[in-house]
């Protein structure tokens, strides 16, 4: 008795008989339902029927469906009147295109999915016969399965099934690659590209593309038939974050769309940044966002100042491993102050950043400091008869161009009372001479009147108050 190939997968159960390379040695015996086969494996089951029906004699793994059996295919199974069936479920990927080819002696019938696609079930003795078909398989996971009826003689069956990869048949993309991971090295500064098997049974190659972020335009890497590239610098300053993707192309030159965009950063990038002032202690808190990438070593703080050379530009304030920094007091004088984080990577590489003020960084920030400064001098005080009452005018004499207030303020109250009353808050006309404002003030004879003038800025400061004067309307 002759076994071209015999594959045994099982567990637990009686020992059996069973033929290898022509030894027979003792293999357990277990039901279909104990078996589990490697992916794309067909799960084969022998019948002492040509029915294929009742419980299984036997089950066990094979690779392929391709076998010539002479006399009985295995122990305790019948020479003549046994059925054999196969089946394997696997993923076909896009699908596509396919040519199913069967032969056998005797009877075979091939199904997808259930649908029977080849027909040969009759009584042919020794002699083989064969069928192909060609069909088109949809994306996805289908089931194949393959019957065979030996009657009597020899019992030979074979079955295949492969991709048409003529462009004349095959229109069908394949999937894009999944998987993709990126391992950027900052030693070397190279990245390592790796990505997962394509389930396509016609695959060519893959091909590897990066692109800067702040580009559309892909660049072609490698075409290759492994599922990993090692990329070299890819920015001679080893900064730019840049993206990459993989595509997949068939025999039958269909390619893919590209993989899931994966991104690598050189340097880990500050991705906001926020700050808050004090007003009681005067000072800025900076906080962002902390980066947990393997190659962060450290922060630096800069500032927008006025450096000793008379203009501005960036000044470390220090470094820190935190995502929080506080500064020094700062007056509260109603200006923006600038703020910047850089980031450094374990090989000693900084972000890079303009020399001068950048409005869209994300590591930037523009921080208004309230005005906390009120105007420095106090207002003149004026009084003098008008009708119905007084005439009282501020003035103030600093020149227009550094005038550090908006307005004037002139209160009054009854003379030894605590509580003041405002007569006039009004802005003046900046292109007069001196600053100025008035108003005649109605009284009630009898009675004297306190006043006092002051100034106010645009964030509502108040200057000193000017000296008090008083003034008493006469009766009649």
Known sequence: MHHKRSVVALAGGALSLVALGGLVTLAPQASAADVTCATNVYKRTFY??????????????????SESWSGSPAAGMPSNNFGVRWSVTRDFGSGGPLTFTASATDGVRVYLDGVRKIDLWKSTGDTARS?????????????????????????????????????????????????VKTVYNTK?????????????MDLANYSL???????TVWTGVTTTTARSYTDPLVNPDDRTPYYYEVRAKDKAGNTSSGSADTIVRPLPVVTSLTGTYSGATGKVTLKWPLNTEPQ?????VLSYDLGNEGYFRWVSLGTTMQNTWTTGPIPADGEWRHYRILVTNDAGTTTLGASSLDGSAANELWLGIPDGIAPQRAPELSLSFCTGGVRVTATDYTPAPIRDFYGFEIERRTAGASDWSVVLHSGYDPRTTFATVGVCDALTAGSTYEYRARTYDAAGNYSPSSDIKAFTPAAG
């Open 296 to 300: 962060f070593n450290h922060y630096t």
């Open 209 to 215: 593309y990066r692109r800067p972020v702040t580009s």
């Open 131 to 179: 069928k192909s078909v060609n069909l088109t398989v949809p994306s996805g996971k289908h089931t194949l399965r393959v019957d065979h009826a030996n009657w009597t003689g020899a019992a030979k069956v074979k079955f295949t099934y492969a991709p048409r990869t003529s462009a004349t048949y095959d229109r069908t993309k394949p999937l894009a690659p999944t998987g």
């Open 48 to 65: 002492k029927n040509t029915a294929l029906s009742g419980s299984p004699a036997r089950t066990d793994c094979d690779s392929a469906v």
């Open 188 to 200: 070397t500064r190279k990245t390592t590209v790796s990505w997962a098997a394509n389930k396509e």
